[in-house]
């Protein structure tokens, strides 16, 4: 594991070594052991192996840092291959307790439990963790994909039915006490998304593996712990600066998620996006269709059309709050090569998405680079990812410090309220509703000439009482 302090860390020599750990009994953690541990592509998402139970059923299990759950196929499913029984388990252990995660695309609900688990490309040993078995979903298990569970490794607040669900990751640290870390590389930049392959990636768990990029770790501040929230200070297309007010790019939340396929943008910051896109790219007609998803552009397999588009860089604040750092992603990301027509046309999805409650650095983006979760010391790291590369060409950049003079000295509202809070109002609105309906069941009782005639404004009602959930 790297050296803790500093924003950014120069390669250190002997870091590969690891770690020695009580919990493994070669005395090190090795991290090569985990690289090259998932499968996917961007499309349908990156997956790792896991053993479940006893004996051990093998499946494969979606990586999702923007949810808390471990969840997997209880039951068969049309759109699984496999599925975990609990039944041929010796180990597994039922809560009785029923839980349901809802997404931003689809939802399951099933029944928490426990049972060992290991990883072949993981961590040493086996470990006792809570598992949530999924008997029914809606548009969570799509045809094609290739994994039967999700592995959330998120916070604890996002965990469902509550926070008292302790979370996989939660749970290695403190059965194999490795350091409290993970990273995460996706190498599908520049492939056919949903192709007939599988691209490669790792899932390192408990430190930083150094084959994995190149150059500096920069390191931004997380800034509250449910999901990986971070704050963006400015975006540029071609070098442009879009102008936007800072807090305009984190409305609600700005997360770095990689179980969401895109880079999806609040709908006021997608416009400008796009258009900054339309207005410096070489393509003077456009269909709008591409823009919002619906439409497909393709071109001759000879040609390639990133050389059309600009780059688009994101500013995250420093570590030292007076300096900002820029992730850039040239076309190569977000102009997504999707499907060959015939012999001759290659067809382009565009990568990024409106969204209408937060900025998610997805795939698109996280293909780019080396993402470290250091929870440890509460901070989301970046760094250039080497198989980030096209034709030889690297496709992601990292450039800093910059100075944050000219924005806000917090872009982040302080009226973005999670989860944990918003149960606690929806209690003490609850509560408040029980009273006015009391005392309402009171004042029937009271006889006619001492009512007051209450008009349908004095009701208090379910849409009244301001109780929201979110989820991805």
């Not at 499913?77 to 388990?89: A, G, I, K, Q, R």
């Not at 999924?134 to 994909?145: A, H, K, Q």
């Not at 056919?192 to 084959?211: A, D, F, H, M």
Request: with cysteine.
């Amino acid at each position: 594991l790297r050296p803790a302090s500093g924003s950014r860390q120069q390669d250190a020599p002997g870091a590969a070594d690891g770690l020695a750990l009580a919990s493994d009994p070669g005395g090190t953690l090795n991290f090569l052991a985990m690289v090259e541990n998932l499968q996917g592509d961007s499309g349908r998402g990156y997956y790792l192996e896991m053993l479940i139970g006893t004996p051990p059923q093998a499946l494969n299990i979606l990586v999702d840092t923007g949810s808390s759950n471990f969840a997997v196929a209880g039951v068969p499913d049309p759109d699984v291959t496999s599925y975990f029984n609990p039944e041929l388990s010796s180990t597994y252990r039922s809560e009785g307790i029923e839980v349901t995660v809802k997404y931003s695309q689809g939802s399951w609900t099933g029944v928490l439990g426990t049972d060992v688990i290991t990883m072949p490309k993981g961590l040493y040993g086996s470990y006792t963790i809570n598992i949530a078995t999924i008997l029914e979903s809606e548009n969570f298990f799509l045809p094609g994909v290739k994994w039967h569970g999700i592995l959330g490794l998120a916070y604890d607040a996002l965990a469902k039915p509550s926070s008292s669900v302790e979370t996989f990751f939660d749970s290695l640290v403190r059965q194999a006490k490795i350091p409290n870390i993970f990273s995460l590389q996706m190498c599908g930049a520049g492939l056919p998304v949903s192709g007939s392959g599988t691209n490669g990636g790792s899932l390192v768990l408990g430190g930083i593996e150094p084959s994995l990029y190149t150059g500096d770790i920069w390191y931004t501040p997380i800034k509250e712990e449910w999901y990986y929230q971070v704050e963006i200070l400015k975006l540029e297309v071609g070098g442009q600066n879009l102008e936007l007010d800072c807090r305009e790019y984190n409305a609600d939340k700005a997360i770095v998620d990689s179980g969401t396929t895109l880079l999806r943008l609040p709908e006021k910051v997608f416009s400008a996006v796009v258009q900054a896109i339309a207005r410096t790219s070489l393509i003077q007609e456009f269909s709008s269709g591409f823009w919002t998803g619906l439409q497909l552009a393709c071109w001759d397999r000879t040609e390639k059309p990133w050389s059309l588009f600009p780059k688009l860089s994101i500013y995250l604040r420093d570590e030292n709050s007076s300096r900002s750092f820029r992730i850039s992603i040239l076309p190569q990301l977000y102009i997504q090569p999707i499907l060959v027509i015939g012999d001759n046309l290659q067809c382009y999805r565009f990568g990024i998405s409106s969204s209408t409650n937060a900025l998610v650095i997805g795939a698109t983006v996280m293909e780019g680079f080396y993402v470290i979760f250091d929870r440890a010391q509460r901070r989301v790291g970046f760094a250039v990812s080497p198989c980030a590369e096209v034709d030889g060409f690297p496709v992601s950049e990292i450039e800093g410090p910059f100075p944050t003079a000219d924005v806000a000295s917090n872009c982040v509202s302080s009226l973005s309220f999670h989860e944990p809070v918003l149960w606690i109002a929806s209690y003490a609105l609850m509560s408040l509703c029980g009273i006015i309906l009391l005392v309402l069941i009171v004042l029937l009782l009271i006889p006619p000439r001492c009512q007051h005639r209450y008009t349908d404004n004095d009701v208090v009602n379910d849409e009244s009482s301001l109780v929201r959930h979110r989820w991805k």
